[in-house]
């Protein structure tokens, strides 16, 4: 049984055997619910929560107020939240490398993703579509290992940094193919993008906005996408896993709790968030920022979380990421 999971149990129990909680869970929540996100406005947390709030806010009877902490890699969010009170009035709006890659990466973090936070909603999935620059002449997957294979090492790619879901997604898809590409870090898809464009890098990884416009004008060609399944915004582009079963490292958008955080405003969050998630237009506003609107419980989070931590650890290990 996963940490997670059995702490959604802990919490449950607890929860049944405490008086007076099902007054509590009645009158929650009696003042604005903040979500605190982990990107500047624009990036995709901040995109995310500001679909949710206002539907949020609908069903929950009260304000949902976004409050964007950036920086440290996400530590000046995770450090708000862990500086709040335990009360269900403040949430982490975060994808999951929070969780499951920076713990990997430095030893030095300004949370403990274990100690300090507890799984709330699996809000949804975020794709990464591989994107080539028209000169290099591939029109497919099984094109580009063709052509990666004809000219081992002769090939590169460019990525949002090293540890980023775009390096790992990469390096998992090279060790299916056993292909050399050389890896060219930048820091972030503001860089390694218009990097592909001046022909600098032969491919990325890139989210969905900030290719679309590009994938249109004929400036980038997309040619695979690392979730499980095809994307409804580009149905013509084939999902990694077609041809690598099981592939799937579509980066999680994640929503968590402060540990003692009440069960009742736990459940209560999630299961809002469950039903925007079923609400067509909001379905219709995420897709158009890339986004899959999931709205899956505390359990599933949970799951998504422990699978995702299995398989950025195999593939960390195979790129030889190590810990600052």
């Known amino acids: ?121 699996l809000i949804g999935q975020a794709p990464l579509f591989l994107v080539v620059n028209p000169k290099l002449q591939v029109n497919s997957l099984d094109d580009l290992v063709k052509l990666a294979r004809s000219k081992p090492g002769k090939l590169n790619y460019g990525s949002s940094g090293l540890g980023s879901t775009h390096h790992l997604t990469m390096e998992a898809l090279k060790a299916a193919y056993g292909l050399f590409i050389t890896h060219i870090p930048f820091r972030g898809s503001a860089a390694s993008v218009p990097a592909l464009l001046a022909g600098e890098v032969d491919m990325v990884f890139a989210a969905y906005p900030s290719i679309a416009g590009m994938v249109k004008a004929g400036q980038v060609k997309p040619i695979a996408v690392n979730s499980a399944k095809r994307w409804p915004q580009e149905p013509q582009v084939q999902a990694i896993a077609e041809k690598i079963p099981g592939f799937d490292f579509a980066p999680n958008i994640i929503l968590m709790a402060r540990t003692g955080t009440p069960a009742e405003a736990i459940q209560r969050i999630s299961a809002d968030i469950t039903q925007v998630a079923r609400q067509p237009d909001a379905l219709e506003a995420a897709r158009n920022q890339g986004v899959q609107l999931i709205g899956g419980s505390p359990a599933a989070l949970a799951a998504a979380l422990q699978q995702e931590t299995k398989q950025v650890r195999e593939v960390a290990k195979r790129a030889n990421l190590k810990s600052d």
């Open 1 to 121: 049984m996963s940490y997670f999971r059995r702490r959604d149990m802990l919490a449950a129990a607890a929860a049944i055997a405490l008086p007076g909680t099902a007054a509590w869970a009645q009158a929650f929540p009696t003042r604005p619910v903040r979500l605190i996100a982990v990107n500047p406005p624009g990036g995709l947390t901040d995109t995310v929560s500001r679909i949710l709030a206002p539907r949020l806010g609908a069903l929950l009877g009260q304000a949902v107020i976004v409050d964007n902490k950036p920086g440290a890699n996400g530590g000046v969010a995770a450090s708000s939240l862990a500086g709040s009170a335990p009360d269900g009035y403040s949430y982490l709006v975060a994808d999951g490398s929070m969780v499951t890659v920076n713990p990997l990466l430095s030893s030095k973090l300004a949370y403990d993703p274990v100690k300090d936070f507890v799984p709330v909603s």
